[in-house]
């Protein structure tokens, strides 16, 4: 039992060394003498503490930090601003809209979207009832653009915007150029049933 009580002594005794000096002991002295005489510090009983508890903190906080989002493309930037001009004209905001395809042919001259972005342009001025703007970039399709899709819908979208100006000369004359230039397609059928609506309603002119 001696023996245990001594070992047990001697085991406390060990483990007082490295606790923290009490804020009393602190402020008195920064020293303590250990059993060989030794001056220890408080601060260098257990070393590795102090770097350690900083390190863990960094690492942590690391792996909580999200990754950083890549920047768009500018491919990607051109044809966020197209969609955003097409939702304007699909939410009935035309002049929004005419002002954003306004401002995505000066920005982007080059694009792939840009007889798109006049025949929008022409759809949006027609359905604020601005005809002439309408027109002007029906006509900027058919002539830069002319073997493409799009210049085969300015072709018709010009007929009926002379047809809603009231031009019926103009109206069935660009009716009729639809048919011959595109004649066994969809565009040319509609073309037809246009030209039926107004021999119906005594519009045609006598040839």
């Known amino acids: 039992m001696k023996t245990h009580h001594t070992t047990n002594l001697a085991f406390f005794s060990i483990i007082l060394c490295f606790l923290p000096l009490s804020p009393s002991a602190a402020g008195s002295t920064h020293e303590s003498e250990d059993n060989s005489g030794r001056a220890i510090h408080k601060d260098q009983r257990i070393p590795w503490i102090k770097p350690v508890v900083p390190l863990i903190s ?89 073997k493409t899709l799009e210049a085969e819908q300015a072709i018709l979208k010009s007929a009926l915007t002379f047809y809603e100006m009231g031009n019926w000369p103009r109206a069935q004359k660009t009716f009729k150029h639809v048919i011959t230039s595109y004649p066994h397609t969809v565009t040319a059928q509609k073309a037809r049933d246009h030209l039926k609506l107004m021999k119906k309603k005594g519009l045609l002119a006598q040839n």
């Open 58 to 146: 960094t690492l942590r906080s690391n792996r909580s930090m999200a990754p950083p989002k890549p920047q768009p493309t500018s491919a990607e930037v051109e044809e966020l601003a197209y969609k955003q001009a097409f939702a304007a004209l699909k939410d009935a905001q035309y002049k929004r809209a005419i002002s954003l395809y306004q401002s995505f042919i000066e920005t982007y001259p080059d694009s792939k979207y840009i007889a798109g972005s006049h025949l929008w342009a022409g759809e949006a001025c027609f359905l604020s009832e601005d005809y002439a703007g309408a027109l002007e970039e029906y006509g900027h399709v058919m002539i830069y653009f002319p």
